[in-house]
């Protein structure tokens, strides 16, 4: 790096020679300078090169950033390699073990339910309630018992824990004649079982007063009609415990039971419905011995024997009259299993209406299209259109309203009647009359009917106080459907007087209407007596 500024000394020399040969000074003596032998500096003159250090900078002081430091792991995870079944080590985490869990132990089995109770009579407000106990190897610790008034349809008042294994039980605070229903489990360690069927039985009815001395015997004609049954069973309750009144009821068909009132065997009626029975109404009237009070109930009783359910009607618009059973798919909705005629579900043979339904049919010129069927019995009536709604069934049946059947079936979604002629009473003294059905040409549909309250004259002449608790009486048609409600609980058509009894105790219990029929004071004796 050195040779560049050796060869510059050089020319330098050379040119300071050059300079001073040309002048004209004074001479002196010549000095040649001897060149150095090379350009090279020797070794003496030529400094020896040392490497110039490198001047290590000083680091500048860079702060360590703080904002963001570098973080230093604390924990790095391992991952222990789980062996596959081909060998090759897959990473997983190793898992927490967990603790492997008690076995629980087989729950103890519970008892089966026992049978249906029995339930017997002890008293006014007490009844027995017995059962045997359940089979199974299970032994029981105790029975949880629970009941209800069946008329009311209310919530069970459940006896449970009751630390007894006796296979009975008192109930007490109960109501007077009021049914009531029972049901039975029985309980082990482990646990209560399923309840039982249920059992019933009715309290007795409290004594009837004794009759006031000289008091006149009121005997009531029964028809065998629902509110008619109940409202004589209201009748016979309010005059026996708030007059003193000895009653007794004589039971016939609708038209028995006008001539029975005719002919003086009895000497009320609750309910003569006319125009039905006009004729016979007019027959006994005739005699002049028969005093008319006014309607029992508000409203209509109607009745057909071209029913069906509401369901099959909205199923099938085109089937809205009679005259649509002629009609092949109209016929077969009501045809027996093997096909045929529509099947109509009609009266019981010893009623009236059977007669009457029959000429309608051949009237209505249905001969070829329906059958009649006789359910033999009410209470077969009743049961097969009941069961009919509860399965969705087509039915083509009798009957009336308002009834306690027509009230359950207003909770099963209803039913409709097919358009009939509308009624005259040319036309209705025709089928009532003892003609064969097959010299009918024309019918018509049942008259509306209104109930008559009648007695006999007599009963205005030695008890007035009758006479005019009657003139006062009108059921309206909430108070007619409660009873008719009532009455339906016990689910089936005939009712033996007892139940009927109590359809009108428990009415008297809740209802005000009546007291405003009596005269002061009754009201609070008849309460007294059947017991609030």
Request: glycine content about 6%; aromatic content about 10%; some cysteine.
């Amino acid at each position: 790096m050195f040779r560049p500024l050796i060869s510059a000394v050089s020319l330098l020399a050379l040119v300071l020679l050059t300079l001073a040969a040309c002048s004209e000074p004074t001479p002196v003596p010549v000095f040649v300078a001897r060149p150095t032998p090379t350009l090279t500096p020797t070794p003496t003159s030529t400094p020896t090169v040392t490497p110039t250090p490198t001047l290590t900078p000083t680091p500048t002081l860079t702060p360590t950033p703080t904002l963001t430091p570098t973080p230093t792991p604390t924990h790095t995870p391992t991952f222990t390699p789980t062996p596959t079944a081909t060998g090759t080590a897959t990473p997983t985490v190793t898992p927490t073990p967990t603790a492997t869990p008690t076995p629980t132990a087989t729950p103890f089995p519970t008892p089966v339910a026992p049978g249906a109770p029995t339930v017997q009579q002890n008293g006014t407000d007490e009844a027995l309630v017995t059962w045997n106990a359940p089979s199974g190897p299970q032994p029981v610790t105790d029975y949880d018992y629970r009941y209800r008034a069946r008329i009311l349809d209310g919530e069970w008042t459940e006896v449970t824990n009751t630390i007894v294994s006796a296979t009975q039980a008192e109930l007490d605070l109960l109501t007077s004649g009021t049914t009531y229903d029972v049901q039975v489990r029985a309980v082990n360690q482990g646990g209560p079982g399923e309840w039982s069927d249920s059992g019933s039985g009715q309290t007795l009815f409290p004594p009837t007063p004794t009759p006031v001395a000289g008091a006149q015997l009121l005997t009531f004609s029964d028809p065998g009609t629902e509110t008619a049954s109940l409202q004589i069973a209201i009748a016979r309750t309010i005059l026996e415990y708030g007059y003193g009144y000895r009653t007794l009821t004589v039971a016939g068909t609708e038209t028995q039971a006008i001539r029975n009132l005719g002919n003086g065997l009895t000497n009320i009626h609750m309910e003569v419905r006319l125009p039905a029975f006009q004729s016979v109404w007019d027959e006994a009237l005739g005699g002049g011995n028969l005093l008319p009070l006014g309607d029992s109930f508000a409203g209509v009783v109607s009745q057909s024997a071209f029913l069906i359910p509401q369901y099959t009607a909205n199923a099938n618009p085109g089937l809205f009259r009679v005259q649509g059973l002629q009609e092949s798919q109209h016929q077969q909705l009501f045809a027996g299993p093997d096909g045929g005629k529509a099947r109509l579900i009609t009266c019981v043979t010893e009623w009236e209406c059977a007669r009457i339904n029959e000429k309608q049919v051949h009237g209505y010129g249905l001969d070829e299209y329906v059958e009649l069927v006789d359910p033999r019995t009410p209470e077969a009536l009743y049961n097969q259109i009941v069961s009919a709604f509860e399965n969705r069934e087509n039915i083509l049946f009798y009957y009336w309203w308002p009834s306690a059947l027509a009230t359950t079936l207003e909770e099963l979604g209803g039913f409709e009647q097919l358009r009939e002629p509308s009624f005259s009473q040319g036309c209705w003294d025709r089928l009532t009359s003892t003609v064969a059905a097959s010299e009918i040409t024309q019918a018509c549909e049942y008259p509306d009917s209104t109930s008559l309250i009648a007695v006999r004259k007599d009963v205005e002449e030695f008890s007035p106080d009758v006479v005019e608790l009657f003139k006062q009486w009108t059921l309206n048609s909430a108070e007619l459907n409660e009873l008719l409600t009532y009455k339906g609980r016990f689910r089936f058509f005939v009712l033996q007087e007892s139940e009927y009894r109590e359809a009108a105790f428990t009415w008297l219990r809740n209802s005000d209407e009546w007291k405003d029929w009596v005269a002061t004071g009754v009201a609070d004796r008849v309460l007294d007596g059947i017991g609030r």
